[in-house]
């Protein structure tokens, strides 16, 4: 539970990060969160064997993260979290994929061993561009860039309220967990027997403040849409970033940049 | 006497589980008062404080404010009229920061923008909190908390406030805080409390509640003194009325 209180933590460091100033910071979040979904789209749609042409993706994910002022500690703790996951999706290839694909010296490798990396790659790649929109955006910021991209308002609502009461549940988990435990000896009394009726707890009181909180929205005015305060204008330099973005990443998906480098390396040397 | 403005006649509220919360409460409050509704847990405060901005609508009996029935026609002018003040300051801070939660209700009033700006940074500014505009709710401490829903309420203009256990988990120096900031509201305020010390300071006039019926209603002073009802209502005496027991042991 402890591990979990503290991963949602983590999660607020995003946020603390989103409040930074920089040319990242500074862009519309439309155009970011435009960017960051194309960039999770040429990603994924790579062949399964290709490993070298995703690294130049990562090398300007590390350019965003290094204007944006994003410390690379942050995500990567983050990506060792989830990277137990893209792993156990990828665990099997190596076993079924044995066909030889590669061979350095003596040694062959299997494109199952391939496709695992690859996996693993477009995992920390996807996330980490998740990451890192977070980071330079803020969730709040992300999910009205949406609502005015056109996602419906109920669930921008619903994702801002999620937001916000994460941690007031995770709190209130956390109180009968401990409540729990502090009356339970030797291992007894931890099971499943009690965890239904603790979780059905959670659930009635999640209920509960669901209807307190509604009520005192009702009673400052909703009506179901969100109003904000403030609503940004795309500027002239926000376009032509966004169209210069398109064109890097679009022009890195069909072209494999590594190879291109290497072979105009190779092309050098006599 | 001027018409009150809030008035409450038989008033009954059953809840669906069976609970007979309020069972026939009638008063009235007039401009520029600040009253105390005390009463023991279970005794209908908050369910009679519910009615007065239409959260529930009566079962039976009538709520006006001002010159005005309380229905689902009356409701958007009522609530604007009455400003709530939940216990729980995380119930009522719902918005991303502290500033966009005070302009939510003006923006919902349909309010032009600069003008949300200027009800928002006067709402803070009246209760001392300006300098948290940016920051989220959640980080905020309970004193802080408790002063930005206040806020929120304010930025609406409301003539009454209605507050439900306003120093409800606050340190003394946070609740002493908010006395001073209550004191200075010139508004109509209904105030449920246990705090009977509070009730002291801020109200002239307190209402008993006892198993949803009003037991007394008179000045605060005089309720105070009338042992017999607050132990019949489950109610002490607030500290500074009784005797000093560490000043009694010295000089007896």
Known sequence: ?270 | MSPPLVEVRDLIHTYPDGTAAVRGVSLALHRGETVAVIGANGAGKSTLLLHLNGSLTPQSGTVRIGDMPLTTATLGTIRRTVGMIFQDPDDQLFMPTVAEDVAFGPLNLGLPPDEVAARVERALQRVGVAHLRQRPPYKLSGGEKRAVAIATVLAMTPDILVMDEPSASLDPRARRMLIELLAGLGHTKIIAAHDLDLVLDLCERTIVLREGRVMADGPTRDIFSNEQLLAASHLEKPLRMQACPACGRKTG
């Not at chain 1, 402890?2 to 500074?26: G, K, P, Y």
């Not at chain 1, 955006?137 to 999620?162: D, S």
């Not at chain 1, 009461?165 to 409540?179: C, D, I, K, W």
Request: proline share 4%.
């Open chain 1, 1 to 270: 539970m402890a591990t979990i209180a503290s991963a949602f933590a983590d999660l607020r460091t995003l946020d603390a990060l989103a409040t930074q100033d920089s040319v990242i910071h500074r862009l519309d979040p439309r155009i970011k969160v435009l960017t960051a979904a194309l960039f999770v789209v040429c990603v994924v749609s790579f062949d399964k064997y290709v490993v070298a042409a995703l690294l130049p993706f990562g090398l300007i994910l590390s350019l965003i993260m290094g204007l944006g002022g994003v410390p690379a500690g942050v995500i990567f703790k983050k990506l060792v979290l989830v990277a137990p996951f893209a792993l156990l999706v990828g665990l099997g290839n190596p076993i079924l994929d044995q066909q030889p694909l590669l061979s350095i010296g003596p040694v062959a490798i299997s494109g199952g061993w391939i496709s695992l990396l690859s996996i693993l790659l477009r995992c920390c790649l996807t996330v980490g561009g998740m990451l890192v929109l977070i980071a330079t955006t803020g969730f709040n910021e992300v999910c009205r860039a949406l609502e005015r991209m056109g996602l419906p308002a109920i669930l921008v609502v619903q994702l801002l309220l999620l937001y916000r009461y994460l941690f007031v549940l995770m709190e209130e988990g956390q109180r009968l967990h401990r409540a729990r435990a502090l009356r339970s000896f030797a291992g007894r009394g931890l099971g499943l027997r009690s965890f239904g009726p603790l979780l059905g707890n959670l659930l009635l009181r999640a209920h509960d403040r669901a209807q307190r909180i509604h009520r005192a929205m009702r009673c400052r005015g909703f009506d179901g849409t969100m109003r904000s305060p403030h609503t940004p204008h795309l500027t002239v330099r926000d376009v032509l970033l966004l169209v210069l973005a398109c064109l890097v990443l679009i022009g890195m998906r069909r072209h494999d940049c590594a190879l291109l480098l290497g072979q105009l390396l190779t092309g050098l040397l006599p």
